[in-house]
């Protein structure tokens, strides 16, 4: 019998068994366990947004260190985003959660003294390290615990909580800048200590992932995890068999402890041969889920979420705690449509999630072009210009939330094969982190330049272009991760 028989025969397996349409209580568990890490990721940005405004004020720094400031947590993910892949593939995916969690408790500290300059800039590193170890291994770690009739809902979870936290921050901004100047901002920087300690602790109690497992020839350990996130024996031997197929391991094997090659084990030299022996499918593979980080960034995602108040503000917004409220709207936006959208990815597929999102991110762009060019050649002020503009905005989210942001982290965690999965992800991290940096720190540049209505006339036709690249990836809804490289063949025959 053929791989390709036997993917199939496993896939009907999964799809057809009427034991493995239900949701696994364990495997839920485990993913919204690990998801908060994802939330913390969520929250230092969102928080961010309105902290910033608090921190030039209070300590006297031009827009320039401004931009330094939010891009020196990028910037930091970068190294930070390798490091974690080899992690996961070395330590295992838990540990690497638990290194993520340690990066928040410290570096929010740190930020919570916030005083001098530098002494900011040093904790906000550390965050960025933080955050590049919770954008590698919380949709990693969920991916692998799930099974493949669910995969998209547990895989969602961590982009719901990592909305979640931007809902928190925006609060935060909200009820802690009514404080003074001086302690308010610093509350708002350090809160995500308290649940990094409780994750750490959690983190020890729950399971590691089944396919890490079984490459470290660990497969007795493996079996009994798969049985605890499984619905049947039956669905975990399958697993495990098509694991186990994989890795290169006998299927037949009953051992609990076999021998499996170090660069199997450690994820060594994985990198190089990603880039450098991986065959045109694997390269293929590669180009979707890097692209699909690019887009995500390039299109105006990071500008929405981080400069959104500086945005309000320039159609006529002035008050500080108004603009803190509208801010606290697009995390409402975001948690409501990121929940519906974790439902609609095993049911309705991960592409047509893209395509419709991508449009509605092209239409609001625009519209947000339209308006802003509007008020920048008006020499009145315009009434109605705040309220079209924190609408688009919200939409805007809403259409990001429910397709794009989610499925982004779905689909890159599941098409890659388990070898090249961690290291192959840190490269999207990597990617995503650059582009954002990137937009982040010249945002404000580029719309003194060309106006801000003109920059998003440019985000606009970034998203049309997403929208084509979108069109030609194929959909992965219900396939086993170990039938990835056979959906990608059929796709481009």
Known sequence: MSSEDKNTDGQEF?????????LNKYACASALAASIVSAMFGYVTGVMSGALIFIQEDLKISDLQIQLLVGMSHLCA????????????????????????????????IMGCGQPYPILMVGNCIVGVGVSFAMVVAPLYSAEISPPSSRGFFTSLPTLS???????????????????????????????????????????KLVESPRWLVTQGRVGEARKVLLLVSNAKEEAEQRLKE??????????????????????????????????????????????????????????SAVILLYSPRVFART????????????????????????????????????ILLLISAV??????????????????????????????????YIFVASMSIGIAPVTWVYSSEIFPLRYRAQGLS????????????????????????????IFFMF??????????????????????????????????
């Open 162 to 204: 990592v909305n979640t936290g931007f809902l928190l921050g925006y609060m935060s901004n909200y009820f802690f800048g009514k404080l003074s100047l001086r302690l308010g901002w610093r509350i708002m920087v350090a809160v995500p200590a308290a649940p990094s300690l409780c994750l750490i602790l959690l983190m020890l």
């Open 316 to 351: 006529g917004i002035t008050d500080k705690s108004t603009l803190m409220l509208a801010t606290v709207g697009i995390g409402v936006s975001k948690v409501a449509f990121a929940f519906i959208s974790i439902f609609l990815s095993d049911k309705f597929g991960r592409k």
């Open 243 to 300: 694991i186990k197929d994989v890795v290169g391991v006998d299927g037949s094997c009953t051992l609990d402890t076999v021998e499996v090659p170090k660069k199997t084990s450690s994820g060594t030299g994985a990198l190089k041969e990603l880039f450098c022996e991986a065959s045109p499918l694997v390269r293929r593979i590669l180009i979707a889920a890097v692209g699909l980080h690019l887009f995500l960034r390039i299109g105006g």
């Open 427 to 454: 490269v999207c991290v990597i990617v995503n982190r650059i582009s954002t940096v990137v937009v982040v720190t010249s945002f404000i540049s580029i719309y003194k330049a060309i106006t801000m209505g003109g």
């Open 360 to 393: 509605g991110l092209s239409m609001t762009m625009l519209g947000l072009g339209i308006c802003l060019t509007i008020v920048e050649h008006s020499k009145e002020k315009l009434f109605w210009a705040p309220y079209l503009t924190v609408i688009l905005t």
């Open 78 to 109: 970068l190294p930070g985003s390798l490091i974690a892949g080899r992690t996961a593939d070395y330590l295992g995916r838990r540990y690497t959660i638990i290194i993520a969690s340690i990066a928040f408790l410290s570096g929010s500290i």
């Open 14 to 22: 999964m799809e057809n068994g009427d034991s493995n349409t239900r």
């Open 460 to 493: 606009s036709c970034i998203n049309v272009v997403a929208l084509l690249f979108y069109s030609s990836l194929p959909e992965t809804k219900g396939r086993s991760l170990e039938d990835m490289e056979t959906v990608f063949q059929r796709n481009y025959k």
